[in-house]
C-alpha cells in the first residue's frame, strides 16, 4: 500500500523561503511522495495557493509579527486556526498520510494528534527549542516558559517521529521529550551547493571601501546584531579603520531598532541594511563579502543550535568570525574563528586579524568549502530524511523511486 501524501506545516517563514523546509519537500517529492504545504504569506510569496515544483502550497495572512509574548500568542493563535481550516481542505482536495509539523510553534501537535485518531502519522520537525527561545527574548523563566515546556512535552509525545537538527535537539527529544531514541533523526540543515553558488564579486556593495564583511539572517534580539555593530564602530572609532563596509542582509522584528542604533554608534555610512531579499541579491552580497560573521548572542538557545548562516558562508568558501558557541564549533570548525563569548571588541579584532591576512582567509574558506561538499550538503541529510520516513510503517515500507 502506497502511503507517500505528506502535508508539512510550517509558520515563521513562507515556503520557498524557508530554506530547510523547502529542500525536505524537495527530497520527500524526488522519493515519491506527493507533498503539499500549509504557511504564511511573505515578501514574494503573495499568493494563497500555487504550485512549484510539482510541490502544492496553500498559504494565509498572519497579523503583524508578534514582538512580544502577547503578540506571540496573538500570532501563534492565528496560525494554529488557519492552519487547521487548511488542513481540512488539503484533505479534501489531495488527502494526506502524513502531518509534519515544523516548529515554532510548538502547537500543531493538536492538529497531528486530531489526525492520528484518523490513522495518521504525525511526524515533529524540531527547528527551534522554544523555552529556550523564550528565554532568550525574554530574559525570564515564568509561567508562559513552564507553558513551552510543557507544550513541547506534549508535542514529543504526540509524534511517531521525531527529526532534530542536530545532537543537542536530539537530547532534547530523548532526555525532556520522553522519546525512544530510535524515533529520533537527526538530520541536518545542510545547504545545497545548487542553490549556493559561488560567483564574482558585485564591488558595488562595498561602497567604495576594499573590505566587506557580510551576514545574513534574521533581524531579532537573539541574532546579536546589536554586538555586530558595536563591532563595526569599535573597528571605525577606535582601531580607525575606514576600509571596511558591513553589508547586512535580512529582516525582523530588530531591524528598525538596529538601523537607529548604527545611526547612534555613528556608523550608518559603513553599514547596508538590504532587509530580506531574492536568492540573487543574497548571493551577491556573500559572494563580494571578504569575512562573513555570525554575532549570535552566547545563551543557552543559540549554544544548541544550528545556524544556517555558518553553512551558507561555508558553501560559498567565505571564512567567518563567531562567538564561541557549541554548535557553531561543530559546524565551522577550522573554517571560523571564535571570539569570546559576547564581546563586541574581541568581535571586531578578530574580524581586523581575518581582513589582514589573506592568506590565512583563504585557506579558512576552502576548509569550509570542502567540509560542506564532504559532510554536510543537503545530499548526505536528504536519506537520512527519507530513514525517518520509512520507520513510520516497519512492516508496511512506503514506495519510493529509486
Known sequence: ???????????????????????????????????SIICPTGKGCEKKYEVIDDIHIWRYELPREGAGAAGYLVEYGAALLFTFILAFKVLLKRGFDVVHACNPPDLFFLIGGFYKLFGKKFVFDHHDANPELYEAKFGRRDLLWKLMVWLEKLTFR???????????????????????????????????????????????????????????????????????????????????????????????????EMKALAQELRIGDYVS????????????????????????????????????????????GKPLVQFDLTEGRFSAQQASLYARPNDAVDLAVKIAELLDDPARRAAMGAFGRRRVER??????????????????WPLSPVVERA
Open 1 to 35: 500500500m502506497r502511503r507517500n501524501r505528506v502535508l508539512m506545516l510550517v509558520e515563521n517563514l513562507p515556503c520557498p523561503f524557508d530554506r530547510r523546509v523547502w529542500q525536505e519537500a524537495g527530497a520527500l517529492r524526488d522519493a515519491g511522495y506527493a507533498v
Open 158 to 256: 504526540t509524534a511517531d517521529v521525531s527529526i532534530a537538527t542536530n545532537d543537542s535537539y536530539r537530547r532534547i527529544a530523548i532526555e525532556r521529550g520522553g522519546m525512544r531514541p530510535e524515533k529520533v533523526f537527526v538530520v541536518r540543515s545542510g545547504p545545497s551547493l545548487e542553490r549556493m553558488k559561488i560567483g564574482p564579486p558585485v564591488e558595488a556593495l562595498k561602497n567604495g571601501r576594499r573590505y566587506l564583511v557580510g551576514y545574513v539572517g534574521v533581524m531579532g534580539k537573539q541574532e546579536g546584531i546589536d554586538y555586530l555593530l558595536r563591532a563595526a564602530a569599535h573597528l571605525v572609532h577606535v582601531m580607525k579603520r575606514s576600509d571596511v563596509h558591513f553589508g547586512l542582509v535580512g529582516g525582523g522584528t530588530s531591524l528598525v
Open 273 to 316: 541594511f538590504t532587509g530580506r531579499v531574492s536568492d540573487g541579491a543574497l548571493l551577491a552580497m556573500l559572494n563580494t563579502a571578504d569575512v562573513c560573521v555570525n554575532p549570535d548572542i552566547a545563551n543557552e538557545m543559540n549554544d544548541i543550535s544550528t545556524m544556517n548562516k555558518v553553512m551558507e558562508y561555508m558553501a560559498l
Open 375 to 392: 559532510e554536510l550538503e543537503w545530499r548526505y541529510e536528504a536519506p537520512k530524511l527519507l530513514a525517518a520516513y520509512r520507520s513510520l
